[in-house]
Each structure stands twice: as structure tokens, then as C-alpha cells.
């Protein structure tokens, strides 16, 4: 198979089955808006045409409950600046609880651990947990606008705090507790949480980790604390202030559209981490409109992704009850005891969607994983870097058939993806299927026209979408946020990925436009490098970098190759890497130099980290061009600076 190879093709009926093609009929009758015959590109040309019609309608076909009603959908067109469904009055906790067409006893969140046995809760059990931990932060004093966060896995007391949280109207904010001391207090101190839900510790795969120095750590570095609650995880109770009985009951704190429902943050992989604030109606209606129309979700499904607390990823998995689905949540190493750990749980729980990583999937792929009996996986999701044709391949021979493949790319900064999949459309092997509704993507020329079909640019949205951010916390004036988007092209968001839309409506995402190879004119993103790279068995990782030449050559091509167990990186395998790269690229994209490294330093969401590296070997010291707070693993980069010292 070859990239552009039809991987899977919707059943004829599609539309009689899906979530959005009952949305379709819902928006012929009561909107007498007719897509049923026509193609899904004209669906999503309307979306983005007519956005306050199209968001009305997402309000209104999930039903939205609102104390108070909008005075309109969306004040103006205008990025930044635009309000959406301004004098409405919501609450997301709410609309999560209500977890439509699910009854009290079905179970609605299970929690599996490598620290503890599985927790299984039903819809009436979070629920309670819910109302007790609601009334927990009011003993403790929190109010409508405090910041409550928490230093916790991915498992039910954390999902339990964010609800909470948001039902006072307080705003909540999450660290993994893999994250170290710097990193933590880099986020927190920005936001002045007064209360701290902390673990003691937890089991990462045959590792016990202690958490308790760092907590007190944490507690003192941070002034603003009135009260930490302990969790304690790693001694296997789960008694805590969150769980006393309380007579209060379970209300809601109806609040404005844009009222911060959390704080996330970028991944701060140089200066201080970027605290995003994300209000309560406009993750609410991406986060439905996603996972109801692009995913398939519903009342029958078993959602899954992985994920940390520490990504995006995470929040987005705790908004599927508001269409009615499950979650399933892990906490663990993933490739412990093995890279089959993760589909075996898939099969435990009964997982129906299968959220994961285009770097899980290719170690998967490259490690031979064979997955066993997979066929209730009926979607499965990839984000957080490209995922090449041979990733599609090995998911459509190894997993499921006839699963919807969605590769997906979006952000922290929307909270969601605006390119990804969807039911009606066919899925190509290395290309994303569409443009999510309601997301005015495009690829743009440096000269801020559109690039023609076929051709790389940046990619970025034209028009205002409501999980964009409310603003950044304390940003008073907004002119951090403006930098961080609207510089380049004013009026419209530039993400900073290079983009490239077919003839057909897919896309290819080819790496981070600030990591792009440009040798002599043949401009390159880093995902096609490490496609190729990466091919080879003796490759267990990769990073490359390209050092500019200021007088306009063609500059320097910087590999670093990770060995696989067993393997060296010898004149052999450099000969064999240049000749692949040369034939399946260009000539002009063979390194000048390759060199082996222990380890690639990356994100704790486990992007590379190619820009960092080519500051340290500008010269900059390695403390200055990463924050190896935010790194997986920070001691990486001392290799990379020792390259520089003996140049």
C-alpha cells in the first residue's frame, strides 16, 4: 500500500446509522436545511459560511441547557474579540452529569490502575461522589472563581474535583504528577490555586514513585494554598476529605458562556508555560459537536484515550458522558508489561473507541504487537504528531478492518482538534479525512493568501470557533494572547503547522512550521524525515535539525538517531539511511552529519523537541532554550549540549 490507498469506505448506510446523519435529518426538518444528498464538504463549507447558524443549531440539537437564554449566537465575526451566545447562562458539570440516554446504574466511568484494583462508577455513584466533594470545597471556602487544582493521574478523583470544581463555578487546573517541582510551580503560581488535591504517590509500571517530597515542595512554593487534601493513591485507600457524607445538595452554579471552566497550559518548553483559560459553553459545544458527529459517540460506547493529566487529551475524554458515553481510564505505564497492554485492556473493558498517539501506534508496528480480538473497537483516534501511511496500514491489519481511522490534529490552545475524521467519508491511508465542522481551517503563503490545492503552507482558521480561548490568565490587555496567534496574519489564527489540502478535501501535516527543513529551496516537514528514518530497524528514535546558514546557503542537516537494543550507528547504517533519504526524498535532505544519541528529548505529552535542540546547538544553554520542567526526560539535553562543546 501506498499513501493516498483507500483504507476503509462508509457502508451504504452511513447515514441511516450515524450520529450525524441523524443530525442531517434533524437539520432538514427543523432547519429545513438539506445536506442529505450532497457531500460532506459542502456541510462543512456551510458550517463555516454561516457560523452563527451553525453553532445555533449544535445549541439546540444537543439540547443545551441554559438558565438564562443568549441574546444572539455570536456578537461579531471577528478574531480575537468574538463572544459567543453572550447573556447565556450554563453550567458544564451539568451537561456532563446529565450523561443523556444512560440510567443511574449503568456504569459510566471505569477506572483501571496500575497502582490499585479497577474502580467501576455508575452514573448515580458519580453523581454522589460529585455532591460530596461539591460540599467538601464549599467547608474548605472555595468559591465562583477560585482555582482549585490538582496534582493527580488520570482516575476517578480527579475526574470527580474537575466536576466539582466547575459546578461551584470555580475554575480547576490539572498537573500529571510526573511533573517536577519547576514545572509545576512555573503553572501554578500564574493562577493562585487555594486549594490542592495531591497524591502521595503511584505505580509506573514495575516502578513505586513517591510523591510526598514533592507535594510538600509544591505546598511551599505556593503561597496562595489555604489547604491541601492528600490523596492516598500509592497506600491503595480512597478516604479523603472528598468523600465525607454531607447533607448539601448537588446544584449548580449557572454561570456566563466565557466563565473559566479550566486552566490548561502550553507546553512550556522554553520560558514560563502559556495558561490557557477554556470557559464552560464554548468546550461544552465543540466537545459534543466532536465527539457526538466527528467520533460516533453515544450511549452505547466505551471511550478511551490515553492519556495523562498534564494533556488535553484528558479534558477532552471527560466531556463524552455529555453525549451519553462511558469513559474508560488508565493510569500506567502503556508499554508495561508489554506494547499489548493497552489493547488488552481494550478487551477487558469492552473499549468501543480507542483514543491513543502516532508514536504508540508506530512503536507498535515496529515492535511486531499482534492485538488480539479487537472487532467492538469501531474507532480509533491518533493524535499529538503525524501519523504516516505505514501507522494507517498497521491499524487496518492488525486492529480492526473495519474501524474508522481518525488521525487528528488540533490543540491545547482550542482544547480540541479542527482537522480529523468523520463517518461519512472514506479514510486514506497517510492523509487526515476532513476539516472538522465549524473550523475554518486553510493553508496559507507567507504573503497571507491561500495556498493553491496540493501545496504546503501554514495552516491556520479564518474564522472564530467557540473553544477558542476565553484569554490568557492575567493577559489584562490580551496582548499575550494576540502575539501568540494573530501576529503573522492579523485576523486570523495561525497555528504553526504546515499544512497541505488535497483535491479530494484531506489534509497532510508535516511537522511544526518553526522545525522546517528548507534546503536550498526544497522545503520539507520533519514527519516525512521520520518516516523514512524510522523505516530502518536499527532506528528506535530520531530527531533532526536544520542550522540555517545566514548568508542564504543551503545551511547544515543535523541527524541524531537513536540506536534499537542491539544496534549501533555505524558508516553501514549512515551509508543506508542517506541513500533511502535521498531516493525518497532529496538529495538535498541528506544529513551532513549523523550522530547517536541515548534518548530524544521530548514533552511530557511526548512531542520532539527539535526547535529546543537547534537553540543548544546555536549555543544557547540547555537551561535557557527548554524549561526541562515540562521534558520527559530532562537529562537528554546535556547530551545535545555536550555535542556543542566539542565541536
Not at 469506505?9 to 445536506?35: C, K, N, Q
Not at 477558542?468 to 494576540?482: E, L, Q
Not at 529546543?612 to 546535556?638: C, H, M, W, Y
Request: hydrophobic content about 40%; glycine content about 10%.
Amino acid at each position: 500500500m501506498t499513501a493516498g490507498d483507500v483504507l476503509w469506505t462508509p457502508p451504504a448506510d452511513v447515514r441511516d446509522t450515524t450520529r450525524i446523519g441523524h443530525y442531517l435529518r434533524w437539520l432538514r426538518s427543523e432547519r429545513d436545511r438539506d445536506f442529505t444528498r450532497s457531500g460532506y464538504e459542502e456541510l462543512w463549507q456551510w458550517s463555516v459560511r454561516e457560523p452563527a447558524e451553525f453553532w445555533r443549531t449544535i445549541w439546540d440539537y444537543f439540547e443545551i441547557a441554559a438558565a438564562t437564554p443568549p441574546e444572539t449566537t455570536i456578537d461579531r465575526v471577528a478574531m480575537p474579540g468574538a463572544r459567543w451566545f453572550p447573556g447565556a447562562t450554563l453550567n458544564y458539570a451539568e451537561h456532563v452529569l446529565r450523561a443523556p440516554g444512560r440510567a443511574d446504574d449503568d456504569v459510566i466511568v471505569s477506572a483501571y490502575s496500575q497502582t490499585r484494583e479497577p474502580v467501576h462508577l455508575t452514573k448515580a455513584e458519580l453523581t454522589e461522589r460529585v455532591r460530596r466533594a461539591r460540599g467538601a470545597l464549599r467547608r474548605l471556602g472555595v468559591r465562583k472563581g477560585d482555582r482549585v487544582a490538582a496534582y493527580a493521574p488520570n482516575i476517578p478523583e480527579t475526574y470527580v474535583l474537575l466536576l466539582a470544581t466547575a459546578s461551584l463555578g470555580a475554575v480547576f487546573s490539572s498537573c500529571a504528577p510526573e511533573f517536577g517541582l519547576r514545572s509545576v510551580v512555573d503553572r501554578w503560581l500564574q493562577i493562585e490555586p487555594t486549594v490542592l488535591l495531591a497524591v502521595d504517590g503511584y505505580r509506573y509500571g514495575p516502578r513505586e514513585i513517591d510523591r510526598r517530597e514533592e507535594v510538600a515542595a509544591i505546598r511551599d512554593a505556593l503561597p496562595s494554598l489555604a489547604h491541601v487534601i492528600t490523596l492516598k493513591y500509592a497506600e491503595k485507600s480512597d478516604e479523603n476529605e472528598l468523600t465525607q457524607p454531607t447533607d448539601e445538595p448537588l446544584t449548580f452554579e449557572q454561570v456566563p458562556f466565557d466563565h473559566p471552566l479550566y486552566v490548561l497550559y502550553s507546553s512550556g518548553t522554553t520560558g514560563l508555560p502559556k495558561p490557557i483559560v477554556h470557559g464552560h459553553g464554548g468546550i461544552l459545544l465543540e466537545h459534543v459537536k466532536m465527539l457526538a458527529l466527528h467520533h460516533d459517540l453515544g450511549p452505547d460506547d466505551r471511550f478511551f484515550w490515553f492519556s495523562t493529566t498534564g494533556w488535553m487529551m484528558w479534558n477532552y475524554l471527560a466531556s463524552a458522558p455529555a453525549v451519553g458515553a462511558g469513559i474508560v481510564m488508565f493510569d500506567g505505564d502503556p508499554a508495561y508489561p508489554g506494547l499489548d497492554a493497552l489493547w488488552t485492556l481494550a478487551e477487558e473493558a469492552g473499549i468501543t473507541y480507542f483514543g491513543t498517539s502516532a508514536p504508540f501506534l508506530l512503536a507498535c508496528r515496529k515492535n511486531n504487537v499482534k492485538p488480539g480480538n479487537l472487532e467492538k473497537i469501531r474507532g480509533l483516534g491518533s493524535t499529538g504528531a503525524p501519523l504516516p501511511p505505514e501507522g494507517f496500514e498497521w491499524v487496518y491489519e492488525n486492529v480492526n478492518p473495519d474501524l474508522v481511522l481518525s488521525s487528528a490534529s488540533g490543540g491545547t490552545d482550542v482544547c480540541t482538534a479542527f482537522v480529523g475524521g468523520v463517518p461519512l467519508l472514506p479514510v486514506y491511508s497517510g492523509e487526515i479525512t476532513c476539516r472538522a465542522l465549524g473550523a475554518a481551517v486553510d493553508s496559507f503563503r507567507p504573503d497571507g493568501t491561500s495556498a493553491p490545492t496540493g501545496e504546503l503552507g501554514e495552516l491556520v482558521i479564518t474564522a472564530p470557533m467557540p473553544s477558542m480561548p476565553v484569554g490568557f490568565w492575567n493577559d489584562t490587555d490580551g496582548s499575550r494572547y494576540r502575539e501568540a496567534y494573530f501576529d503573522t496574519f492579523p485576523g486570523v489564527w495561525r497555528h504553526g503547522d504546515w499544512l497541505t489540502i488535497t483535491e479530494r478535501g484531506t489534509l497532510v501535516i508535516t511537522g511544526r512550521s518553526d522545525a522546517t527543513l528548507n534546503r536550498g529551496g526544497v522545503r520539507l516537514g520533519t514527519s516525512e524525515f521520520y518516516s523514512v528514518v524510522e523505516g530502518f530497524a536499527e532506528v528506535a528514535d530520531s530527531l533532526v535539525v536544520h542550522l540555517e546558514d545566514p548568508e542564504g546557503g543551503p545551511g547544515e542537516l543535523i541527524l541524531f538517531v537513536v540506536p534499537a537494543p542491539g544496534a549501533a550507528v555505524d558508516d553501514a547504517l549512515v551509508t543506508r539511511i542517506a541513500k533511502e533519504l535521498r531516493g525518497g526524498l532529496s538529495p538535498r535532505h541528506v544529513p551532513d552529519s549523523v550522530h547517536s544519541v541515548t534518548a530524544v528529548p521530548r514533552t511530557l505529552s511526548g512531542k520532539k523537541l527539535e526547535v529546543p535542540v537547534k537553540r543548544i546547538l546555536t549555543g544557547t544553554p540547555a537551561d535557557q532554550a527548554a524549561a526541562k520542567g515540562a521534558l520527559v526526560n530532562p537529562e537528554s539535553l546535556s547530551e545535545y549540549e555536550s555535542l556543542v562543546r566539542r565541536a
